[in-house]
């Protein structure tokens, strides 16, 4: 059998391709998952297979439903929670509109004025998502998502016993699991990239560090850094805004093909053989997708704002743009899964969708390990094992994301 370390980008709902190919790759049980770097839609990825998740778990995950016999993950984009009376006061929005002098109005009824609309944007409806998009730097909350992810974390049995590890630390999952899981996000405060594991941020919780890495800046809200959570790297962060790691580094292979000691510090030990990352990409359309229903809807309507399919389109794009050069450099070690006509934010993807994706990602898998140059031979062939070249290249980059 031979040990993987696997490398997971981020791409929101387009990640479930992810299932696909894992199937392909673990089904035999010729492979296991060593070492596990993820970010956003990938970190999630990286964080079950820590917890021990087999495909079929997986699997039945992207299939489950609410009681209204839709995806569950259409709740990933609701409308922001209340916010409290004390909080709408002191909020920006209100301070905006205080600074606003109106002529010839008193100040007492200008002062009732401000109260009264601030109040009914943060009062319910889409005025709320823009309520919460300039309070919280993110148009829709992710409440549901951490709820989804800590119960995900205690279905279901690990070695005949109850997967409780929910309320883990990174720190203590390691402990339970032996899985070397990195999820990196964001520090938009200090503007560097954190990589959280086991031995960065121990005290972290392991929920958490899936909802910072998956938070993408502007769509969802943004993350503060609690001080309970422990520090990083021995600093003490609290107060500090993470969101998606995505921002600025969606596709970090680098980390576990260098041979930098600073680098084995963060990610591990560096391995001369079977680094695999899973790269979606747009390029690639996704095979016999159905044609989309006449209607498609995401709650409250939201997703249908123009300006939310603006910003869509934006944090797409910055997405994609990043560690391009990561993916041509090391382009071996990557298999390329299809995801061309599937959104990001398509959380409402029907089952038809859905299925085509995961077969699309299986395909892309079958194919690569038919003709792969990085993966030790099952046969008694050689072990192949990254060129000086490549070991270089990847040193610099690591190095770039570390400072």
């Keep these: 059998m031979s040990v993987i370390d696997m490398v997971f980008e981020g791409g929101g709902a387009k990640g479930m391709v992810f299932v696909g190919a894992l199937d392909e790759l673990l089904r035999d049980s010729n492979h296991s998952t060593g070492r596990l770097l993820g970010t956003s839609a990938g970190a999630i990825t990286a964080v079950l297979l820590a917890a021990r998740y087999t495909v079929d778990e997986m699997q039945a995950a992207l299939a489950e439903k609410n009681e209204a016999g839709r995806s569950v993950f259409e709740s990933f984009m609701g409308i922001p929670s209340a916010f409290s009376s004390e909080q709408v006061h002191n909020s920006a929005v209100r301070h905006f509109l ?8 008193p100040d007492f009824v200008e002062a009732r004025l401000d109260d009264w609309i601030a109040t009914q944007m943060a009062a319910g409806g889409w005025p709320r998502n823009l309520f919460s998009f300039v309070e919280r730097g993110g148009w829709y ?3 549901a998502f951490t709820a989804w992810m800590e119960r995900k974390l205690n279905e279901g049995t690990v070695n005949g016993k109850p997967r409780d590890f929910g309320s883990l630390t990174l720190a203590q999952l390691y402990e339970r699991t032996g899985a070397e899981l990195t999820v990196v996000a964001a520090d938009t405060t200090a503007m560097r990239i954190l990589f959280l594991n086991h031995t960065t941020a121990p005290q972290c919780p392991v929920v958490w560090a899936a909802r910072m890495s998956m938070s993408i800046p502007l769509l969802w809200q943004e993350v503060i850094w609690q001080k309970e959570w422990g520090t990083y790297k021995g600093e003490q962060i609290a107060g500090t805004v993470v969101v998606d790691g995505g921002m600025l580094s969606n596709f970090p292979i680098a980390l576990f093909l260098s041979s930098r000691p600073e680098v084995g510090d963060i990610v591990g030990p560096p391995q001369s053989k079977n680094v695999l990352g899973f790269l979606i990409d747009d390029r690639i359309a996704v095979p016999n997708l159905p044609p989309p229903p006449e209607q498609i809807s995401i709650p409250a ?3 249908e704002l123009r300006t ?10 910055m997405m994609s743009a990043h560690d391009n050069m990561a993916v041509t450099v090391f382009a071996k070690h990557v298999v ?3 995801a061309r006509g599937i959104g990001t934010t398509q959380f409402d993807m029907t089952d038809g969708e859905r299925n085509a994706l995961v077969d699309g990602g299986r395909t892309a898998m079958r194919d690569f390990l038919a003709q792969q140059e990085v993966l030790e031979s099952l046969t008694g062939g050689p072990e192949f094992s990254p060129t000086p070249d490549d070991v270089n290249l990847a040193n610099d ?3 770039e994301m570390l400072r």
């Design 98 to 105: 205080s600074d606003l002098d109106l002529p010839f109005v």
């Design 141 to 143: 909350s992710a409440d």
């Design 301 to 303: 309507g939201v997703g």
């Design 308 to 317: 939310v399919r603006r910003l869509t389109g934006l944090v797409s794009t």
């Design 336 to 338: 390329r899964l299809p």
């Design 397 to 399: 980059a690591a190095l």
